[in-house]
């Protein structure tokens, strides 16, 4: 997957997210899982487009690191509101899939580039 493949990727996921938000009951549970989800959603996005323009491997080892852990939170508030009863799960599981594919390519690309560095420095 391209660098432009997976930007259009994580847009399209945050867009998913909003879309998601917008029927979410106008209750205390549902305003703070729409807060925290929309929060966290769109930082994947977001995030992973300023990794592209990571300055060195560190930042981007650093930057990669926080894309990864804003989807497994995207995936904790999706996983909130099957076991809350909130949506049904039929309507989230395929964006649960998506925030753990994420979680899974960010971990790889970050696990990659750690090993990079490594073997530049021997």
């Known amino acids: 997957m391209t660098t432009d493949e997976l ?8 867009l998913r997210v909003v879309t998601l938000v917008e029927v979410l009951p106008d209750s205390v549970r549902g305003r703070v899982i729409a807060d925290q989800i929309t929060r966290s959603a769109t930082s994947v996005g977001a995030n992973y487009r300023a990794t592209c323009r990571a300055r060195s491997r560190a930042e981007f080892i650093a930057k990669i690191g926080v894309v990864e852990e804003e989807a497994d939170e995207t995936d904790f508030w ?13 309507q989230i599981l395929p964006l649960l899939n998506e925030a753990n594919e994420l979680v899974a390519i960010m971990a790889a690309s970050r696990k990659s580039a750690i090993a990079n560095r490594r073997l530049a420095i021997r």
Not at 7 to 14: D, E, I, L, P, S
């Open 7 to 14: 930007k259009a990727r994580t847009k399209q996921f945050a």
């Open 78 to 90: 999706l996983e909130l509101i099957i076991e809350s009863k909130i949506r049904r799960a039929k």
